[in-house]
Nanobody, 124 residues
Framework: QVQPVESGGGLVQAGDSLRLSCATSGRTFTGYSMGWFRQAPGKEREFVGVISWSGTVTAYADSVKGRFSISRDSAKNTVYLDMSRLKPEDTAVYYC?????????????????WGQGTQVTVSS
């Protein structure tokens, strides 16, 4: 299976904005919802948000709601995570993944194809 590829991470200051991209191979991800997760040092990977295949339905973790936004460009086979008003606690490796249709989009068990991740570091 072809993995998605995340990019756009980096070192930013608190309050800054950042856009992450998740490039997919097209056919492998056509028709699937895509999710974003993150894993901070010493912590378990946690759900950030998900977007439906059509792009019309999104859901977010409470910790990022109102600050993060997910979108997708089907023509470019790319999913985006726009992050604003970043906080030091947003520091983590961010992953995108294909939803396998398990139903519980908040659980990583519902995703079957993961990228390698991109590091986001927010300094105070």
């Amino acid at each position: 299976q072809v993995q998605p590829v995340e990019s756009g991470g980096g070192l930013v200051q608190a309050g800054d904005s950042l856009r992450l991209s998740c490039a997919t191979s097209g056919r492998t991800f056509t028709g699937y919802s895509m999710g974003w997760f993150r894993q901070a040092p010493g912590k378990e990977r946690e759900f950030v948000g998900v977007i439906s295949w059509s792009g019309t339905v999104t859901a977010y973790a409470d910790s990022v709601k109102g600050r993060f936004s997910i979108s997708r460009d089907s023509a470019k086979n790319t999913v985006y995570l726009d992050m604003s008003r970043l906080k030091p606690e947003d520091t983590a490796v961010y992953y995108c993944a294909r939803a396998s249709g398990g139903g519980d989009y908040y659980s990583e068990d519902s995703y079957d194809t993961w990228g390698q991740g991109t590091q986001v570091t927010v300094s105070s």
